[in-house]
T-cell receptor, first 111, second 112 residues
Framework: GENVEQHPSTLSVQEGDSAVIKCTYS??????FPWYKQELGKGPQLIID?????GEKKDQRIAVTLNKTAKHFSLHITETQPEDSAVYFC??????????FGAGTRLTVKP | NAGVTQTPKFQVLKTGQSMTLQCAQD?????MSWYRQDPGMGLRLIHY???????DQGEVPNGYNVSRSTTEDFPLRLLSAAPSQTSVYFC???????????FGPGTRLLVL
């Protein structure tokens, strides 16, 4: 089955700095790569996603890049703010609704 | 739209008891999934469905059963609860394979 690895497990940055989280996947059949933000006591919420036919996608301060050849994708958050502090998960999904998640990154943005 | 709803919010079971976690969505989504979340391990896929009458096993299916008799509902059954099934369970749904997946609020389960 698909295996998704996520690094780092914890990340601490100063407010205004950038944060980068990286993921790798193993199954070349995966074609959809979402990123989720989870706050304490809540379910994950989608923040950005990328499909396999696209190399990069940006939404305001958040961007995601995908390298299909190397099977890795990354989340970039610029101008971080304290409200960006949360746990972030990457995931990889195949056509049959089989979606696998990384272990998560706890991001702390220090004021 | 209520989105994805899950009941109960909390449950305590004794080892060997059975129970059903309920999940419903009102967005007419074909794709639904169940995950469990343990500390430090992210979300692990238990079972998933691509439409009424169609289900398949995910990463950690042992000890759990599902059925999908309607588009709206996707219940998860614990056959004989074990302490290893203590976790937070999330149900999710989406319209298609590359569409946004929406999660329910979760069910916290403690098995003693």
């Amino acid at each position: 089955g698909e295996n998704v690895e996520q690094h780092p497990s914890t990340l601490s940055v100063q407010e205004g700095d950038s944060a980068v989280i990286k993921c790798t996947y193993s199954d070349s059949a995966s074609n959809y790569f979402p990123w989720y933000k989870q706050e304490l006591g809540k379910g994950p919420q989608l923040i950005i996603d990328i499909r396999s036919n696209v190399g990069e996608k940006k939404d305001q301060r958040i961007a995601v890049t995908l390298n299909k050849t190397a099977k890795h994708f990354s989340l970039h958050i610029t101008e971080t703010q304290p409200e960006d502090s949360a746990v972030y998960f990457c995931a990889a999904s195949k056509r049959n609704n089989d979606m696998r998640f990384g272990a998560g990154t706890r991001l702390t943005v220090k004021p | 739209n209520a989105g994805v709803t899950q009941t109960p919010k909390f449950q305590v079971l004794k080892t060997g008891q059975s129970m059903t976690l309920q999940c419903a969505q009102d967005m007419n989504h074909e794709y639904m999934s169940w995950y469990r979340q343990d500390p430090g391990m992210g979300l692990r896929l238990i079972h998933y469905s691509v439409g009424a009458g169609i289900t398949d096993q995910g990463e950690v299916p042992n000890g759990y059963n599902v059925s999908r008799s309607t588009t709206e509902d996707f219940p998860l059954r614990l056959l004989s609860a074990a302490p290893s099934q203590t976790s937070v369970y999330f149900c999710a749904s989406r319209a298609g394979v590359q569409e946004t997946q929406y999660f329910g609020p979760g069910t916290r389960l403690l098995v003693l």
